[in-house]
């Protein structure tokens, strides 16, 4: 039997008033594929997250999930099927520890049993997502378990985000610019934490960020977005070739010396 898409988005518009903010975008996620969603600032890359996570209702289009179609379902649907996520300003409880932090998300999880059907097949939950500290431990947070989440750094809060994420026991992490602040060092760090959770977990992660040379160089696949509509979803190599994109979006970011190396990496 053919591998269905773990989220198959189809022809997804969202309208503002009279702006169209995403343009008929539609794109389908397989199950453990690691996916960058790059282009420029208001290039529709939140909405379109928000509107496949339940967030934001499209005004047109179709969105299964697991083949079951949860167009019209609200983020607690989306949820309940696997699907958590990040927000570009991440949505944490500032005076509750860093530990209750993540027993909250837990706690959402724990209305669905320990082992649960997954793919048609009972599947258990992986042990490092059964209690804050093992959670804690994968995200690299233990020593600030017993901090308020309000006195922990702004990487580290990203960090948390993540991990509340993780604590919902997702099959699928939408993770919207969680390396915006961060240094050079700790966006790398980021990078390969995706990476390792990807692999790890087997999860399905889709990944908006705007520091696009980093993104390039982890993820297998790349999605752009400009002006509402998707111009190229490829992988790196592909994307960083193609004329509309460097027209677009590459072309300044192809020319800054940090960059060559990169697109030469994707390109090789
Ligand atoms: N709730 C809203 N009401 C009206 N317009 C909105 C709303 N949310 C987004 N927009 C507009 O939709 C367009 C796409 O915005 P969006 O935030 O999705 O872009 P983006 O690619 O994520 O940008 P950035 O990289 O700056 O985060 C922009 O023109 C934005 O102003």
Redesign the pocket.
């Given at each position: 039997m053919a591998l269905l898409p773990l989220l198959d988005a189809k022809d997804i518009t969202?309208r503002?008033?009279g702006?169209v903010?995403?343009d008929s975008v539609s794109a389908t996620f397989m199950p453990g594929e690691l996916v960058g969603i790059i282009?420029?600032?208001?290039?529709?890359?939140?909405?379109?997250?928000?509107a496949i996570s339940g967030v934001?209702q499209p005004t047109s289009g179709a969105l299964k999930v697991q083949g079951r179609e949860l167009s019209g379902k609200g983020p607690h649907r989306f949820a309940a099927h696997g699907l958590a996520r990040t927000f570009?300003t991440p949505r944490t409880f500032p005076d509750m520890l860093v530990r209750d932090n993540i027993a909250f998300g837990l706690k959402f999880a724990g209305r669905r049993p320990r082992k649960y059907i997954w793919w048609g097949e009972e599947t258990t939950v992986p042990w490092v997502l059964r209690t804050p500290e093992s959670i804690l431990g994968l995200i690299g947070l233990r020593d600030q378990a017993d901090l308020p989440a309000a006195a922990i750094t702004p990487s580290q809060q990203r960090l948390l985000e993540i991990g509340m994420a993780l604590a919902t026991r997702p099959r699928m992490l939408l993770l919207?610019?969680v390396a915006a602040g961060l240094t050079e060092n700790e966006v790398e760090e980021m990078a390969r934490l995706i990476r390792r959770l990807r692999d790890e977990l087997d999860l399905t992660v889709v990944w908006?960020e705007?520091a696009v040379t980093t993104l390039l160089r982890h993820v297998e696949r790349v999605i752009v977005?400009y002006q509402?509509k998707k111009i190229a979803d490829g992988t790196p190599a592909e994307v960083v070739r193609n004329a509309e994109v460097i027209e677009a979006y590459l072309g300044d970011e192809m020319n800054e010396p940090s960059t060559e190396h990169v697109v030469e990496e994707a390109s090789a």
């Open positions: 969202v503002f008033g702006l903010a995403v282009g420029p600032n208001g290039a529709g890359k939140t909405t379109f997250f928000n934001t570009q919207d610019e908006i705007h977005l509402g």
